[in-house]
């Protein structure tokens, strides 16, 4: 429970670093798939969709979540969700796809829970903010830096 709150605490703060004047411009909601902690590197692949605010087609993504830090433990499959921040609204089909460099936390035993806040993509100019935890059966401890890459699913 301790490590539970020290990661939300660290989530919050890493919110409040990103810009003000940007605003949410959708969700990126991702499929993740079963993994296993190597202690001290993670790695998980993914299948994610980009719903935009504003009505245009959902684009889709593939991606892997790579951890660096303490990664101890085995997760089945799970979702993530983030709301997507960028400084100006609708951003062009495909823009999402690059790297995302970020903290990351989780803790599981039955179910788990954690969270990943992450800024990057083309220019790095969005930021993906937690908006739901992350829901998985697991046994694991995960805290560290998480590197996310995405790419415009074919």
Known sequence: MIIAAALLTSAQG???????NWTQVGVL?????????????????MECRFVQNQPDPVQFYEGALNTVG?????SAAGVLGWAVLAP?????????????VGATG??????GAGVNVLI??????????????????ALNV???LSQLQL????
């Open 151 to 154: 790419r415009a699913a074919r």
């Open 88 to 100: 100006s609204a609708g951003p062009p089909p495909g823009a999402l796809a690059g790297e995302y």
């Open 106 to 111: 989780e803790v599981g035993l039955g179910l």
């Open 120 to 137: 990057g993509g083309s220019g790095r100019s969005f930021a993906l903010q937690p908006v739901s935890v992350e829901g998985s059966v």
């Open 29 to 45: 909601s991702c499929k993740l798939n079963p993994s296993i902690g190597f202690v001290i590197f993670g790695h998980q692949s």
């Open 142 to 144: 995960t805290l560290g």
């Open 70 to 74: 303490v990664d101890i433990g085995i």
């Open 14 to 20: 890493a919110m409040a670093q990103a810009p003000t």
